[in-house]
């Protein structure tokens, strides 16, 4: 090494030293502090839902005529989601369940009902809409041909403060078959 070469080492080494000082000096101090103690992290809690109407009217006409519904629901595949925040607090998802053919009107809705629940569009800000369908690959071609269900509610899109709209249709095409306007599930 030439002398060029031994400056630059010492250079370094120097350097290192008055780092090491500092970090040895911050070390010290942060010793003498407490420890930081981590806030617990809010638990998400469920939305309180109404107890489910025995014999739940069809087509519904309570917020408990849509859980007794919901109720009803046969458990199906569900295909896929997407979701889309229109503001802060407001989201709206879009959801594709395999509904098969020759499923009476009653089901369907029943079936696509029990999807939102238990994937929470019923009870999110702006709600979502369900769409029945026989095409079981996975797209976001987000159509319905074996029943449409669509809740809204939330600052874009509730009917009224507090309330929420819901619809059924046989296609995503056809006009709706029914249609009401309840109290919103709040949590």
């Known amino acids: 090494m030439g002398r060029e070469g031994d400056r630059a080492l010492k250079a370094r080494l120097a350097i290192a030293v008055a780092l090491l000082s500092v970090v040895a000096a911050c070390g010290t101090t942060a010793a003498t502090?407490?420890?930081p103690t981590a806030s617990p992290s809010p638990v998400p809690s469920a939305v309180p839902m109404p107890s489910p109407?025995?014999?739940p009217a069809y087509p519904p006409a309570t917020l408990a005529d849509l859980?007794?519904?919901?109720?009803?629901?046969?458990?199906?595949?569900?295909?896929?989601m997407e979701g889309q925040s229109l503001a802060p607090s407001c989201?709206?998802?879009w959801m594709r369940v395999y509904e098969p053919a020759g499923v009476a009107p009653e089901q369907m809705a029943a079936d696509l009902l029990k999807v939102s629940i238990q994937r929470?569009?019923?009870?999110?800000s702006c709600g979502g809409m369900v769409f029945g369908t026989m095409d079981?690959?996975?797209?976001?071609c987000y159509h319905a041909e074996h029943g449409y269900l669509q809740i809204d509610r939330g600052p874009a899109a509730e009917?009224?403060?507090?309330k929420m709209l819901v619809s059924f249709a046989l296609t995503d095409k056809t006009p709706v078959l029914w249609q009401l306007t309840v109290e919103a599930p709040t949590g």
């Not at 859980?67 to 896929?80: D, T, Y």
């Not at 079981?136 to 976001?140: D, G, K």
């Not at 009917?159 to 507090?162: Q, Y």
């Open 159 to 162: 009917p009224a403060p507090g």
């Open 91 to 93: 989201n709206r998802a």
């Open 33 to 35: 502090r407490p420890a």
């Open 136 to 140: 079981a690959s996975y797209c976001n």
């Open 67 to 80: 859980v007794g519904l919901a109720n009803r629901g046969v458990p199906r595949r569900f295909i896929g």
């Open 53 to 55: 109407a025995a014999n």
């Open 120 to 124: 929470h569009a019923f009870q999110k």
